[in-house]
């Protein structure tokens, strides 16, 4: 599903038709299409309806009233395939959606998917939904990622019956990591050796807006988005203006390379390298792919967290 089409739901107040009777615990042995949420037509405005489908997005797909067939093609009616495109969807909406609403939206899906394999004693739905809400918003190379929402689904893993005691110790460890510099919160402070030798720490670079890069001269991924950040007109007129600053942090071990490559870094920008190697090691930033981007305010308050290119050049071009 394109965005354009997700935003017509969102602004459509169409009700679709059941794909099924509703008898009481009924197994429908048939296949069906994913079932897709009806926003009450009295939501009109698109924000209030991107956090209400958010939240209920799974209502139907994971209704106790009916189940559907489960074997080596459904997923309680509907194929695989169609069940990872739904998480996809579920995922970009969610990221749209207040950091609160999707909390709320991972932990109601955690609930449903909960009374849903209590209901019907299922193991089947459970286990072919929580690997892709990892995949979509935790693995690092997807690009609706979002670990704020994650935090709460796995939190809730980790002391569950969905999933075996091993795994819940994963999972309470990934929360506590995924909490780290939440949307909304302060960043955690580190200090840093820029390229003239000072040492100088987060807090003490002023400006309106912080672009925070955690990246690597080696990664091909940091040259593109050092390329577009600097042939964007708008961003270089922010940069320029001292409004934005863009602080690229090398975090890793090998300090004599990253020396070796400084003078490819833009001028304009702020470079430096971790000379306690403590970001990694005292666990003050989860830092699992390069580059990894944080946007801070001008008292260092996070407004994007750990986001993919696209979402970072789009924000910073909405700046007036």
């Known amino acids: 599903m394109t965005s354009k089409s997700i935003i017509f739901i969102l602004a459509s107040a169409a009700v679709l038709s059941a794909c099924a009777a509703r008898a009481s615990k009924a197994v429908i042995r ?18 209030s309806r991107i956090e209400y489908t958010t939240e209920h997005f799974w209502d139907r797909f994971l209704s106790v009233d009916t189940t559907f067939v489960c074997d080596s093609v459904l997923v309680n009616g509907i194929t695989h395939a169609e069940l990872e495109q739904a998480m996809g969807n579920w995922a970009y909406i969610a990221g749209m959606a207040p950091v609160s609403s999707g909390r709320n939206g991972a932990e109601a899906l955690y609930h449903k998917l909960e009374s849903f394999s209590q209901a019907f004693s299922d193991t089947v739905v459970a286990s072919s939904v929580i690997p892709l809400v990892e995949k979509y918003l935790y693995d690092p190379n997807s690009p609706v990622r979002n670990e704020d929402v994650y935090q709460r689904f796995a939190d809730l893993l980790s002391r569950s019956s969905l999933v075996d005691e091993g795994r819940r110790m994963t999972y309470a460890y990934d929360a506590g990591m995924a909490a780290l510099n939440s949307v909304g919160t302060p960043a955690a402070d580190f200090r840093f050796t820029d390229t003239e030798g000072r040492i100088r720490s987060l807090y003490g670079i002023k400006a309106d807006y ?13 040259k593109e988005l050092m390329d577009a950040i600097s042939s964007d007109g708008h961003i270089s007129g922010l940069i320029a203006s001292g409004r934005l600053k863009v602080a690229d942090i090398y975090i890793d071990n090998e300090v004599d390379d990253w020396k070796s490559h400084i003078n490819e870094y833009p001028a304009a920008w702020i470079n430096g390298y971790d000379h306690l190697f403590s970001i990694r090691t005292d666990r003050t930033y989860h830092i699992r792919a390069i580059p990894s981007m944080y946007l801070l305010d001008a008292s260092k308050k996070v407004i994007l967290k750990d986001a993919n290119q696209e979402v970072v050049l789009s924000r910073l071009s909405s700046i007036q």
């Not at 912080?210 to 940091?222: D, H, K, R, V, Y």
């Open 30 to 47: 048939q296949e069906r299409s994913f079932p897709m949420i009806s926003v009450p037509s009295t939501i009109t405005d698109i924000p």
């Open 210 to 222: 912080l672009l925070l890069i955690f990246g690597n001269p080696g990664c091909g991924a940091c």
